[in-house]
């Protein structure tokens, strides 16, 4: 049984920074592609940054220069260090881990940033 374990969601201040966590277990971390994405209220979901199982990174234009998301395979974490954070940014942050046509999300962390 997969499990997805966010953590590091929060309120801070425009300019501010958090890092964000999400834990697997029950399922092969080093060989998946990892992501987070993003969903505020009365808006789609959307990509934030992703990880390929070689290191490969990707980012939404919106987060370039400010997001950087990493992977342990050790401890099978994939984070998302947010800095210079917006009010735009505010938004529940999912992560998603994919291996072999499977995707699974973890239940999402609140992200509030205030002006």
């Known amino acids: 049984q997969v499990q997805l374990v966010e953590s590091g969601g929060g309120s801070v201040q425009a300019g501010g920074s958090l890092r964000l966590s999400c834990a697997a277990s029950?399922?092969?971390?080093?060989?998946?592609?990892l992501g987070w994405y993003r969903q505020a209220p009365e808006k789609q979901r959307e990509l934030v940054a992703t990880?390929?199982?070689?290191?490969?990174?990707n980012y939404a234009d919106s987060v370039k220069g400010r997001f950087t998301i990493s992977r342990d395979n050790t401890k099978k974490t994939v984070y998302l260090q947010m800095n210079s954070l917006k009010p735009e940014d505010t938004a529940v942050y999912f992560c998603?881990?994919?291996?072999?046509?499977?995707?699974?999300w973890g239940q999402g962390t609140q992200v509030t940033v205030s002006s």
């Open positions: 029950g399922i092969i971390f080093s060989i998946s592609a």
């Open positions: 998603r881990v994919s291996i072999w046509r499977a995707e699974y």
């Open positions: 990880v390929t199982s070689d290191g490969r990174t």
